[in-house]
């Protein structure tokens, strides 16, 4: 697996250099970037999640552009909308976690970016879409009730994430995603309970998998809710 980890070089210096009325501008600058990283990797067929900000991960296994390429359309755009440098790592393991945590390290310990292993070999990738039954109905205790049942929910899957090597990420209203390797695919069974359905698709790239995760979902309402976990693009069922 392999995952590229974008920094945002003098990002807190930057935010401090702002007068004190700055936390409407970083909120802006921070969706203006968010809106033009995730076009980019969409384009790539890769998908990246802004964490931090200063750090996002890019999940580049099967895109469709070479690393250099990628590259340069990252720090182009991130330079457009922030006035910093931008450092690229790339990393490879087993997991994503792992590939994660190489591409931290290299990018740490180098000056320049660390891109060597992209040209190690792609795998497919498994996104596994949470998404809350009944999410609506919850709505009516209070909008905050709702993204604070969000949040629990949210941390409980980071640590389920974390015990197989994955990365989740909330991307926001009822929706989590859960990104892994094919290798930690029989584990998303226990993801299932009676407040969730999971649609989860195997593809070559992020943004398939991803596509087929909605797929997935969608079938499980047409099934009318006969089972909570469908993969579509693997093993099937």
């Not at 969000?150 to 989740?168: E, K, P």
């Not at 991307?171 to 695919?185: A, H, K, M, Q, Y």
């Amino acid at each position: 697996m392999k995952a590229a980890v974008v920094e945002v070089v003098d990002y807190e210096r930057w935010i401090r250099g702002l007068r004190d009325d700055r936390e409407w501008i970083v909120q802006v600058k921070q969706a203006e970037l968010s809106k033009s990283l995730h076009e980019i990797m969409a384009d790539v067929y890769g998908f990246i999640l802004p964490l931090r900000y200063d750090f996002s991960i890019a999940l580049i296994d099967g895109i469709t552009c070479d690393i250099f390429d990628l590259c340069d359309k990252l720090r182009g755009t991130i330079s457009r909308i922030l006035p910093l440098k931008v450092k690229i790592g790339v990393g490879y393991g087993m997991t994503l976690k792992e590939a994660q945590l190489r591409a931290t390290n290299m990018l740490i310990s180098n000056e320049d970016d660390f891109i060597d292993d992209f040209y190690k070999p792609s795998e497919k990738i498994v996104a596994a879409h949470i998404d809350v039954n009944s999410f609506m109905r919850e709505t009516a205790n209070g909008v905050y009730n709702t993204y604070q049942m969000m949040m629990r929910l949210y941390s409980s899957i980071m640590d389920f994430a974390d015990r197989i090597g994955g990365l989740a990420y909330y991307l926001g209203g009822d929706n989590i995603i859960l990104f892994s390797s094919v290798r930690e695919l029989h584990l998303l069974d226990k993801l299932s309970n009676d407040g969730v359905k999971v649609g989860v698709g195997v593809a070559e790239n992020p943004r398939k998998a991803l596509s087929l995760a909605a797929k997935a979902l969608e079938e499980i309402r047409l099934s009318n809710y006969n089972y909570k976990v469908k993969i579509v693009g693997g093993s099937e069922r």
